[in-house]
């Protein structure tokens, strides 16, 4: 198999509850992928018990591509997925328990929005004061706090009614077109698990098998899904890196991977990516941290060139240092692919873009506006969605008038009304009505026979026929053949290739149909259409992740930027570590050359000098080649701004003050210390029966 002896351990590892602790590059997918085959192939598991969940619809399809090459070609199936994925699947097969119907619609963040403004602006929500994006935000905390709690009280289709207020509203909207987000995927997954001992009994024995990667990312909510599905055959296989857990901010939980009483351990550190010298450098950075799975990374590699520091004057000289070498490189024969510039906050690429569009090197950006959130994408989809079901509110309000058919605000606002007294969908109420004014016109009896035409279609037709079919009679192919944008036609092409490959990947089963590929294609979170191989990437470091690249240049290395000052403000300890590890995954995307930038300057913020980042001085002299003059009254400003930062925390010191040691308080008076969390560098404090979690600074030992 070509493994080397702790992955070959991985992949024998079948029983119980294992653990491996893959470092960067260390070959986790090839592990992962080798690991399924044998269960396969030499221990005879059917695909159908095997559970193989990924992190992205990305990585679900590349593990799917590298399994196909190693067992029969019915052997790769749609277990291979992600975790929201497998959700989907599972209330396809068990939603009606709870009064729900198979073709239930998935929502996205933007289908989301459409509701929290329909929800806010009945309920007179200033949208000045709260966005549509943060009222999703106290949606889905009110969802997290208690899953069960909230789905049995607003979403089952008989809950009792509640008092009216904006959230409760937004709620019903979602319950009235039987519509779930991402986070009910997971919530009603577990929800049917909890309370429905055939349904949790047929999958618990079914799933012989669970491999996870990726599981540093996973929520706590991930977690409960994952000892609910596997504790009838108790075999949950984990991989992962908690020096690469770079999404704590949106709910990963890291510390349960780190945590995890596995039966067996296997640690996987030998990189097969990066020289030595990177490895050396990235792993003196990481080793600042504490929560973690000790682990150095170490290679075969040989060396070819030592990791440099580049100090520059300034930002604009930064960028012309990096458009520099890329030239000087693409002229020695690299191709302009294989370089990357890496930043933790999109702002940075601005004098990047202008130094290479100077130099006329080809370059692209990542992270504009995803594939399947464009336009014209959606517009498709919405019409698919309404041939799916007539209780897709979202989408109707979207195609109603696209192309036009005169039915404008006035009338959106009269069949709205109707259907609210009536209690149903607007595609419902508009057949209902369409013999009555203002809905008795021609177009409109024309998009309802279109509707019903395209719908049985849908019953022979595969999904990319029927939608090149609804583009020619809608009207749509037309209005985009005459739309100034020339690129919808071709995005639109792409879709309609998207659905072929849906189709091809389907053959073997008879579940290639509309409503799963509308279930499947909501699920996906991105989709590049255009060939960037040849153009340098620019992108942020989250996006970088799971990539690699000859030369990396890591830029904007300034102590505030990078490690960011508020997310360490915010989250403490946890949030410079975490810092930390995004510096980790930066550095360990370099296959073969490491370029560490920062300038001189003012921060644009709030006008401060500019200092080298802690993370440079994190790294042992002799380590990286120093590529012009630093003062050393920079360093002791790096010095300076840290002791700052972490005196403004109440982090100063490791030592601190024992359990019952007495201390005032300039509001709450004399206290006496309960505890001390380590983590936030918090004294829990009792005054007089209540007590405080506060930091070093405020207090006052007596």
Not at 201 to 221: A, P, R, S
Not at 638 to 664: F, P, R, Y
Request: with cysteine; proline share 3%.
């Amino acid at each position: 198999m070509n493994l080397n002896e702790r992955q070959q351990e991985a992949v024998e590892a079948t029983e119980g509850r294992v653990r491996v602790v893959a470092g960067a590059g260390s070959g986790k997918t090839r592990v992962l992928a080798h690991r399924y085959a044998f269960l396969v192939n030499d221990i005879g598991i059917s695909p159908g018990n095997i559970l193989c969940l990924t992190f992205t619809n990305k990585a679900a399809q590349e593990m799917k591509r590298r399994i196909s090459t190693m067992v029969d070609r019915g052997s790769v199936n749609d277990f291979i997925c992600t975790i929201h994925s497998f959700c989907a699947k599972f209330l396809r097969r068990e939603i009606y328990r709870i009064g729900y119907p198979k073709n239930f619609t998935i929502i996205d963040e933007e289908d989301g929005k459409v509701l929290a403004r329909q929800a806010m602006q009945e309920f007179g929500v200033d949208r000045r004061k709260t966005t549509a994006e943060r009222f999703l935000k106290s949606v889905a905390a009110l969802k997290g706090y208690e899953p069960t709690h909230y789905i049995q009280r607003h979403l089952l289709p008989h809950s009792s009614p509640e008092a009216p207020d904006a959230t409760v509203r937004y709620l019903k909207l979602q319950l009235k077109q039987f519509a779930l987000d991402y986070d009910d995927l997971l919530y009603f997954t577990l929800y049917i698990l909890n309370h429905f001992d055939d349904a949790r009994k047929y999958w618990t024995e079914k799933l012989n098998y669970v491999m996870v990667d990726e599981v540093q990312d996973c929520t706590g909510d991930d977690w409960k899904l994952l000892h609910a599905i596997t504790q009838h055959h108790g075999n949950l296989f984990v991989v992962g890196d908690p020096d690469q857990a770079i999404y704590e901010w949106r709910g990963a939980n890291p510390k349960i991977f780190v945590d995890f009483k596995a039966k067996t351990d296997i640690i996987l550190n030998q990189n097969y990516r990066s020289t030595p010298d990177i490895l050396d450098v990235a792993n003196s950075i990481i080793d600042h941290n504490h929560n973690r799975v000790k682990k150095d990374l170490f290679t075969l590699r040989p060396n070819d060139r030592k990791s440099v520091h580049v100090h520059s004057k300034s930002e604009k000289e930064e960028a012309e240092f990096i458009a520099d070498r890329i030239e000087e490189g693409n002229k020695e024969g690299l191709g302009f692919g294989s370089f990357a510039v890496l930043y933790r906050s999109s702002f940075l690429s601005r004098n990047i873009e202008q130094a290479l569009l100077k130099k006329h090197i080809p370059y692209t950006v990542w992270g504009g506006v995803r594939f399947f959130e464009r336009k014209e994408i959606k517009d498709v989809l919405s019409y698919l969605r309404i041939v799916a079901t007539d209780s897709d509110d979202l989408s109707f309000r979207r195609i109603i008038n696209l192309p036009t058919r005169k039915f404008g605000d006035t009338s959106m606002k009269t069949l709205s009304t109707i259907a609210e007294l009536e209690g149903t969908s607007l595609m419902d109420t508009l057949r209902n009505h369409i013999d009555e004014k203002p809905f008795n016109k021609s177009s409109l009896k024309d998009f309802l026979a279109l509707i019903d035409s395209a719908r049985e279609r849908s019953l022979v037709m595969n999904v990319s026929d029927l939608t090149d079919w609804l583009m020619k009679e809608s009207g749509l192919g037309d209005l985009y053949r005459t739309d100034e944008q020339e690129d919808r036609l071709e995005n639109i092409a792409e879709l309609i290739n998207s659905m072929k490959e849906f189709e091809r990947g389907r053959m073997d089963d008879d579940d290639a149909g509309l409503i799963s590929y509308l279930q499947e294609i909501a699920l996906y979170t991105n989709a590049d259409r255009t060939n960037d191989s040849e153009k340098v990437r620019l992108m942020t470091i989250h996006q970088s992740k799971g990539l690699e690249f000859p030369e990396v240049f890591v830029v904007g290395l300034t102590e505030g930027i990078f490690p960011n000052h508020r997310s360490i403000r915010e989250r403490r300890q946890d949030g410079e570590e975490e810092e930390r590890r995004l510096m980790y995954v930066a550095t360990t995307r370099a296959e073969k050359m490491l370029w560490l930038c920062e300038s001189e300057g003012y921060m644009n913020e709030n006008g401060a000098l500019k200092f080298p980042s802690r993370f440079l001085s994190e790294v042992p002299e002799g380590l990286l080649k120093i590529k012009g003059h630093i003062d050393p009254v920079l360093k002791a400003g790096t010095e300076g701004l840290v002791s700052m930062l972490n005196n403004e925390l109440g982090q100063g010191a490791d030592n601190h003050w024992g359990i019952g040691s007495k201390v005032s308080h300039k509001i709450f008076g004399t206290g006496i210390i309960e505890g001390y969390d380590a983590t936030s560098k918090s004294y829990k404090v009792n005054f007089s029966g209540t007590t405080r979690n506060l930091v070093a600074r405020v207090l006052t030992l007596l």
